[in-house]
Every structure is written in C-alpha cells, then in structure tokens.
C-alpha cells in the first residue's frame, strides 16, 4: 500500500547514508509527520529503465513493497510505507541504530558463542513467523542481519522473497550463491528449507570466519554444493561445542531428507546447545527466557511472538522461603508470573490458596486503575523464580500481546468463580 502524507521533500529531513546497494541508498531520516526517525530506501533514477536488469529490479522491489504494513515481529524490520516521488520511488522503513552481522564474519572479530546462539535463535524465529505467513526471504546472510543496542536482532532484506501459493510473477534466479542451497540448482521451487540451509551456512561463518566451500569460480561452488561435504566445523574451530556444531550441519545439509524441515526442530537444537558456563542470574539470555515462559501454563494460548515481546517487558527475581512478594495493602500495579517454586495466598491471615510455577497474581492490583491496591498478600513457600512485568509497560505493549494478557486474566478469574463455588457447596454438604 502505498502513502503520500505530504511532500517527500518537506514531510522527511534526510540524515547520513546508511548502506548501498543494487537497488539504491539508505538514509536516516526523520518523518516529521510521524516524529520519528526512520530508515528510507530510495532507487536510482531510472534503475526500472534498465534494458538488462530494469524487469528484475522492478519485480525485486515490488516484493519489498508488498510486505507495507505486514510481517509486524520482534525480530523483522518493519516497512511503513512506499511512495514516489519526482524521479524515484522510496520505502520508509523502521530505524535500527547500530550495525550488520557482517563485521561479525572475520576470525578475529567472531561473537561470543552464547551470543552468537541467541542472535541465531531469533533470527530462526523470526524466519519461522515470515514462512508461516508464506514468505521466503531467500536471501539470508550477515549483512542482511541487523543488530541494535540491547540485543536488539533485526531480519532486513526481503527483495528477494518468495511468496508462496501466490499468483503473480516470482523472481527465481535470485540470492547470493554462497548461502543458496544445492536443490536450487536442480531448478526446485523453494521451501523454509532454503532459508534453513542459508542460516545454517551463515552460523558456520559467524562461528569460523569462512564460508563451508572455498572454490575460486561459481560453477565449481556450484559443483561443490551439489556434491560435497562442507568442511567440518571441527576443523576450523575446536572450542564449538558438539551440539552446536551437529545443528549448523544439519541446517546447511545437501540432503533435504536430512536437513531440518522445521524451525522448531532447529531452535531446539540450537538452545541445547549453549555452553555451560557460569553467569550472574541478571544475565540471563533472551533465548533461555523465552523457553522458561514458554513452558509455563500461564502462556500456554500465547503465540511466540507475544512470548517474545513478554521476554522484553519481563524483570527476573529470586525469592527466598518465608519472603513476601505482595503484601495486602500495598499499592503496586505490577503483576508476577511464577516460573519455579511454590508460594501461599493469605487475606487478613486467612490462607485462601497455594499456588505454583506457571501460576499469575498481582492481576487485580493492575487492572484496578483507580486506586492499584494489593488485595491479598502472597508469600513464598520455597525458594522461588518469578517474572515481574510492570503494569505501564504492559499498557504500552503492542494491542495483540494486552488483549492476551486480559484474556488471561479472564480464564483465572472464570477458576477463581469456580473454586470458589466448589468451597461453598462443600461447606453446604458439611452443614
């Protein structure tokens, strides 16, 4: 969908070059009918008019005109809007301050193995929400990997995507050779097994600083992917740990029959594969957190990227036995999500429930605006593990994820009724 909201030259003040490529430059810029900076994407003049490639270029950027107002993720850069203007059309798209993973590709500058494994999760999950959407990227590599402050992660680049099921024109010889699989040379219509392979061959170069194949000309890499093995990883780097090392094969595999069919089946591979090593509790991985939240009860309806914006909003805390979380009286809107151990609900001293991993409170205090008072007092039971999401934080989360949130809070309080309905007629039967 294309937008006009004002003059090009008016409405955007054009910052530095970001990035070149084929089919233009980007800029930082800021829109001033939105305050907010973005990045803009602006073709060549004339770039559609070429004799030789104007036909690609055009279907290319077509294909990143399509995704306006789609593929809203985490861990995907988000396209506004595109428009035209004078003699060049333009994308405006969401800003990442910071850099690609493509300084991250030489042998003295890899990543941190643990780090290196988070950044590949989300781009994993990133991937699987695009292909359940029935998009291909199609061109994976580091340079199309952005990373920002705070572990933000960023899939950019959909220029070359396949749209699966669709019925207009595709643009099939596309991508960069050494991340396309071996089937595409066997003339196969992509599958999420092409972007698996691409972001198997991309770990193996962010963990070794060199690609699986090394041939000097493009039909002897060609030759090589279709019937060779990659260099073992062992070989190039002793320190990656097997299960790291057996997931990046299987991803970049010739053998589809062999190489993974699922995201899921990659992403949990990739999270058994974190080295054991010690590290302050506060430090925790983005990849570890979304696996416990996953795993509890409480988020059982949510889809991963709720979960995933949850991981962002959430503050771990450890509990001793005998201390209180909430106290009854207290004014607080944050809500807590216990993800290990056991605590007691108490009011006036009455014990009212007894309440494990998996299980929410605080909820009442959030959803009453008007005076955000703690209705009961919850103490812990056993050492515990809960998540605190602050009530401002969640009021400013995506529509999706609080209408998640309050559906939840539906369902305990539906259980609430029903227990305490169960309690009165038992009481009756007593008397």
Known sequence: MK??????????????ELGEGSMGTVHLAYDTFFQRNVAIKRTRSKLFDDPEHGSLHRKMWLNEVRLVGKLKHPFIVEVFEAGHAEDFEYLVMEYVAGTTLNQFTAFDKLLPLNRLIDILYKVCNALDFANKTGILHRDIKPANVLLGENNIVKVSDFGAA??????????????????????HFRQRQPTLQSDIYAVGVMAYQLLTGALPFSSSSHEGLIFQKLNED????????????Q????AVHRAMHR????????????????????????RPEEARFDSSSFDSLRNLAFFAEF?????????????????????SIVKE?????????????EAVITKKGAELNHIGAGNCFGEMAFLDESQHARSATVTATTAMSVIEIDGEALRQASTNLQTRFFRAFM?????????????????????
């Not at 937008?3 to 530095?16: C, I, L, S």
């Not at 749209?163 to 643009?171: L, N």
């Not at 009286?329 to 151990?341: E, H, K, P």
Request: include cysteine; hydrophobic fraction near 40%.
């Open 3 to 16: 937008k006009n909201v004002g003059n090009f030259r008016t409405r955007f003040e054009m910052g530095q």
């Open 329 to 341: 009286g207290d004014v607080g809107n944050s809500l807590f999500v216990i993800t290990r151990g």
């Open 255 to 278: 053998d589809i029959e062999v190489r993974y069919d699922s995201w899921k089946a990659f992403c949990d591979d990739l999270a058994a594969a974190l080295p054991h090593v010690e």
């Open 162 to 183: 396949f749209y699966m099921g669709s019925q207009f024109t595709q643009v099939f010889d596309v991508g960069t050779l050494a991340f396309m699989p071996p089937e």
């Open 243 to 246: 299960a790291l090392r057996f």
């Open 411 to 431: 369902g305990i309080m539906i259980e609430r009724v029903r227990h305490a309905d169960q309690r009165i007629l038992t009481m009756l039967d007593l008397d």
């Open 230 to 241: 990659a260099v073992p990883l062992e070989r190039r780097r002793q320190d990656i740990p």
């Open 303 to 323: 889809t991963d990227t709720e979960v995933w914006e949850t991981v962002g909003l959430c503050h771990w805390q450890e509990r001793a036995p005998g201390e």
